[in-house]
């Protein structure tokens, strides 16, 4: 069972532009929701998470926004730079336990 | 170093054979988890360390697959007569207390192939 969808699978951008992705969940019991990113032969980073209590938290060019009757967040990559070229993973965590990912997106910045 | 580490960074072996996967945490992290990641797809949760005991192994797809981490740091993966299907990469991730946040830091991983 998947608990956690993410889309697209893919995306293009063209630089300077918003990259937009999302995801759903399943699970109410689900308190801590990080995105993050992986570069080709690395390990997922950290880029930024949120609390279901907020519903919205931004960190420089990134910014969640967080749905809790809907049980969907997202991820917003503003002024999207050739740099952000990744696969960028959604998750879900219940009770410090362990990370439910989403299927991850490959998104391509193009100059 | 002040990241997770993990050794091998590749491995091959062939089917039937017996690997050792290692994982090194963040110093002073008492949470270490284990995760598997075949291509184009998300990380799948195996097991959850906190300190020396298992706390949640419901993640091992079958008895072939054992991890240990006798002294509460380092955690080694071990697998039993490898598959083909054993194939991916391999990550850990420790973390620090949920009042320190709680967030996962993860390691390079090990790409494993079974041929």
């Known amino acids: 069972q998947q608990q956690v969808k993410q889309s697209p699978q893919s995306l293009i951008v063209q630089k300077g532009g918003i990259s937009i992705i999302n995801c759903a969940y399943e699970n109410t019991a689900f308190d801590y929701f990080p995105w993050y990113q992986q570069f080709p032969g690395k390990g997922p980073a950290l880029l930024i998470a949120i609390r279901p209590d907020v519903s919205e938290k931004k960190e420089g060019r990134f910014t969640i926004s967080f749905n809790k009757s809907a049980k969907q967040f997202s991820l917003h990559i503003m002024d999207s730079q050739p740099g952000d070229s990744a696969t960028y993973f959604c998750?879900?965590?219940?009770?410090?336990?362990?990370?439910?990912f989403g299927g991850g997106t490959r998104l391509m910045v193009k100059p | 170093g002040a990241g997770v580490s993990q050794t091998p960074s590749n491995k091959v072996t062939e089917k039937g054979k017996y690997v050792e996967l290692r994982c090194d945490p963040i110093s002073g992290h008492t949470a270490l988890y284990w995760y598997r990641q075949s291509l184009g797809q998300g990380p799948e949760f195996l097991i959850y360390f906190q300190g020396t005991g298992a706390a949640d192994d419901s993640g091992l797809p079958n008895d072939r697959f054992f991890a240990v981490r006798p002294e509460g740091s380092v955690s080694t993966l071990k697998i039993q007569r490898t598959e083909r299907g054993d194939s991916a990469v391999y990550l850990c991730?420790?973390?620090?207390?949920?009042?320190?946040?709680?967030?996962?830091?993860f390691g390079p991983g090990t790409r494993l192939t079974v041929l």
């Open positions: 998750a879900a965590r219940q009770a410090g336990n362990m990370l439910t």
């Open positions: 991730a420790s973390s620090g207390t949920p009042l320190a946040g709680g967030e996962q830091f």
